[in-house]
């Protein structure tokens, strides 16, 4: 693939590829000096039409570890609020012979748009309510590594199951997990409250859950997603509070699942709706920090990977 557009995408061996090449960015980035040359010379466009603070941050981050210069387009300062349209967004972008532009939009399918008219990869950080590749893989680099710190082998995830509850019905990451965790041989249960939920979810292979405390029975690793009120127009949006009565994880509900269950957010969090503080911050089952860590790694990874056919380095790039 030239691209790296979402998890759909992707076969089981290349996901399990950019999970085993993003190990030794995870020992890089834990050193004192954090810097190789291996993308000397590219230039690193970061198109954000959408707030961010992980994901702009660790790809900028990435791209500087690895040696690029990484120029960030913040669609607010931009020409788009000139009225300029994306596709002329892409073609200027193009002009200016970057080597790789990451973008998150908020439209569904915007980086596929973007990707069929210019020259370089481009990497999804984010569009609407379809993909989000990079938060998917993130989260499984972290999930592997917090079962391997407990001896388990986790080479991949069959046998653990794995409930991702929030709003499903707006999330790309709910979706980009989803694909993820089921190709790496995980059981996955969706939560959320019937309006939040797709119909007809239950065909790409989840259990579908609209009681959290039913959900959570035997979990081994338990995924929150805060509620999307951005995306949500004229539907159901429920209060904080009742949200929080009835799906919120709390130390109470946690105590439900296996006592070792994990706990994992993307990222932002509401405290207090859908995640209780003293969850979130539990030592020995919060491996939220742990997913931002390897959200650098992984995307040095898909960076690293995806410009390899332009660097003439073999790889990933050439075998797909
Ligand atoms: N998880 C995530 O995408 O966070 P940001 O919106 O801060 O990038």
């Not at 941050?57 to 994306?86: C, P, Y």
């Not at 532009?101 to 309510?129: E, F």
């Not at 579908?208 to 338990?222: N, R, S």
Request: net charge negative; proline share 2%; with cysteine.
């Amino acid at each position: 693939h030239r691209d790296l557009l979402g998890i759909g995408q992707l076969e089981r061996h290349e996901i399990l590829f950019l999970l085993d090449e993003a190990e030794q960015w995870v020992a890089l980035n834990r050193q004192r000096s954090k810097h190789v040359d291996a993308l000397a010379g590219l230039t690193i466009i970061n198109a954000f039409f959408e707030n961010s603070t992980r994901t702009l941050l660790s790809f900028e981050i990435a791209g500087k570890r690895l040696g690029a210069d990484v120029v960030n387009m913040h669609a607010a300062q931009s020409s788009v609020k000139k009225g300029e349209t994306l596709i002329d967004t892409a073609i200027t972008l193009n002009a200016m012979r970057a080597d790789a532009i990451v973008i998150r939009h908020g439209s569904s399918g915007a980086t596929g748009l973007i990707a069929d008219k210019v020259d370089c990869p481009v990497l999804n950080a984010g569009d609407g309510q379809h993909e989000h590749p990079t938060q998917a893989l993130l989260d499984a680099l972290a999930l592997r590594h917090a079962l391997r710190e407990r001896g388990e082998a986790a080479d991949d995830f069959t046998g653990q199951t794995i409930v991702i509850c929030g709003d499903i019905l707006h999330s790309r990451v709910a979706r980009s997990n989803l694909l993820c965790l089921q190709a790496l041989g995980a059981s996955v249960r969706l939560c959320a409250p019937p309006a939040l939920m797709p119909v007809g979810i239950e065909a790409m292979g989840a259990e579908v859950f609209h009681d959290f405390d039913a959900a959570l029975d035997g979990a081994d690793v338990v995924m929150m997603l805060r509620l999307q009120s951005e995306r949500m127009s004229g539907q159901f949006i429920p209060s904080a509070r009742e949200y929080h009565h009835l799906y919120g994880l709390t130390k109470i509900r946690l105590a439900k699942a296996k006592t070792d269950t994990l706990v994992m957010h993307p990222g932002p969090m509401n405290r207090g709706v859908e995640i209780d503080s003293d969850v979130a911050d539990m030592i020995d089952r919060s491996i939220i920090t742990r997913q931002v860590e390897m959200g650098v790694a992984i995307r040095m990874s898909c960076l690293d990977v995806l410009t390899r056919r332009a660097r003439g380095v073999e790889g990933w790039g050439d075998a797909a």
